[in-house]
């Protein structure tokens, strides 16, 4: 009788055995989302972090929040990210500077984009704002390039570091205008801004969500775009293209991204609330009020301009000559 029970137990245990592993997960997310934003606060990639934070939270009801990891150009963060648990609690603002041009700059890293990522969603893309401050004597591209022309390599320009995006536009922008320039790199955004405007540096090449507020304030002088069109926010400010230098074009883009081996089902409920938020009418016009356009992809396609910038952008780092200090 005994053997019998013992047998009825164990087959029992057995029976329910799978339909115990396979019950359903906790839906995602039932916990905060930590976005680690890889720059320091206050400049482009801080500023759209902390608005795509506040609105998801607002709209998801998710709690996400924005953490600060800067250092390395972005890639101390972009490395907290790689290592974390393939989950989607831990994601990442990536961008051009740290994913696409970082790993060439940085030749020991410990992680590629392309592999140790999972792109989630694109947030928005911006120019570069090359600009002055309103007290300059440079009213128009026109008149930097003339003085560059007269004065070689005595006109200044701040960025935020060696080697990013900001600087590599800039150093295109030298070899478009046939002038030489003077570089002076930051350790982000806010230094180099306050640098323009106190007039230590004749110019400012930023990103345009880093400017836009000093733009508004009447303290900053724009002088042109580098994108191929002119930025909705700042319609009256010419592109580089339009300034006398054709087909010029660089801009930079910010996106989500996920450690490599994170569920396709989180990937997609990521992807779609932030797509549904960047429709919406208000979330657009904020971020176009930071100087920056809102573009919705899917994974797919946002995993593709990431492979296909940083194929690209190798052969611009290197003709730059662009070192890490």
């Known amino acids: 009788m005994i053997r019998q029970l013992l047998s009825f137990t ?20 039932n916990k905060p989302i930590r976005l680690i934003v890889p720059f320091p606060p206050g400049g482009g990639t801080d500023i759209l972090s902390r608005l795509v934070a506040t609105k998801l939270t607002e709209s998801a009801k998710w709690t996400v929040v924005a953490d600060n990891k800067a ?23 990536g961008q051009k500077d740290n994913l696409v041009i970082g790993p060439w700059l940085y030749k020991n890293l ?21 600009a002055t401050s309103v007290n300059s004597k440079y009213k128009t ?25 900001i600087h590599l536009a800039g150093d295109l922008f030298e070899k478009a205008a046939g002038i030489k320039l003077s570089h002076i790199p930051y350790k982000g955004s806010n ?13 400012l090449v930023s990103s ?21 069109q002119r930025s909705s926010s700042l319609p009256d400010v010419p592109t580089v293209a339009q300034s006398g230098f054709k087909d010029f074009d660089v801009s930079t ?13 989180v990937v997609t409920t990521l992807n779609t609330e932030v797509n549904k938020l960047l429709g919406t009418a208000e ?28 194929a690209k952008w190798k052969g611009i780092v290197e003709a730059s000559g662009a070192k890490i200090e």
């Open 10 to 29: 164990a087959l029992a245990l057995a029976l329910g055995a799978p339909a115990h592993a396979q019950a359903p997960a906790p839906a995602y997310p």
């Open 71 to 93: 250092g390395a150009g972005g890639t101390i963060g972009i490395g907290e990210a790689v290592k974390a648990a393939p989950t989607g609690y831990d994601i990442v603002m």
């Open 110 to 130: 410990p992680w590629d984009p392309t592999k140790d990522l999972t792109a989630v969603a694109h947030v928005a893309y911006t120019p570069v704002i090359i």
């Open 141 to 165: 591209l026109a008149d930097v390039v003339a003085a560059a022309k007269a004065a070689p390599g005595t006109i200044t320009y701040g960025s935020p570091g060696n080697g990013t995006s």
């Open 191 to 203: 230094p180099a801004l306050m640098d323009a405007l106190a007039g230590n540096v004749d110019l």
């Open 208 to 228: 345009l969500p880093s400017a836009m507020g000093q733009i508004k304030a009447g303290k900053l002088r724009p002088l042109a775009v580098t994108s191929a």
């Open 253 to 265: 883009w910010y996106g989500l991204f996920a450690p490599a081996g994170t569920p396709a089902a």
């Open 283 to 310: 979330m657009k016009a904020a971020i176009q009020a930071q100087g920056a356009e809102p573009l919705a992809l899917t994974p797919a396609q946002f995993d593709t301009l990431l492979r296909t910038d940083y």
